[in-house]
């Protein structure tokens, strides 16, 4: 299996469940700053000229987030990053699901890329403002979600979890957001896992 992935995008969490997984995989890294995703090379991979990007052993690619975790949780069930239990289960995607579409796509896309919601140069800022006023909000409801609990499912780690880290890193480690105390919590305990430590250094991204 490869990943093909970005230093600190958010197939830093795809990178993090592989790591927590254990089993050998490859990586390769798109330029995303050079403009790599839109080469032949890589759109003959993955036409949507995104990561993560993963290539299976059997040569399909699998692209998003969710799908991709799903796919590795569900064929390494040992590794228990769904949980069995179907309520805990749909808890854990609901927090997913917010977390890609909503604090990153609909948050962070704005303050990343305002170009892509608004043509006009003068509209940056106020396009940028409502993308961290979208995040902040949104990571207020994933705070309370995560009260008196370690991980997103429980008591263990899951694929939402992998996540809530790619976004915790985006606003804590690279834009020196003061996060909500639980997720502070959340993301220190991630940082302290020896697959998180492993996988930040691979990407050359610790402190
Ligand atoms: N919906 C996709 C989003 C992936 C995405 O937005 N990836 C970004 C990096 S964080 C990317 O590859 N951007 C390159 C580009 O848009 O040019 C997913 O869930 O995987």
Redesign the pocket.
Known sequence: MKLYY?PG???LG?HVLLEEIGKPYETAT?K?ME?A??KPEFTAINP?????TVVRDDGSVL??????AYWLARTNPQSGLLPDDPDTQARVFEAMDYV??TL??QG??RM??PE?FSPKPEDAEAVKARGREIFEKGLALVDKALAGKEYLGGASLSIADAALF?VEFWAAGRMKMTLPPNCAAHYQRMLARPAVRKVMQAEGLAA
């Open positions: 970005a995008a958010c197939s795809i798109v995303l403009g995703q839109y949507k000229s995104k990561v993560p692209t998003e987030f969710p799908a991709i890609v579409a990153h796509m962070f896309a990343f890329r892509n790619y």
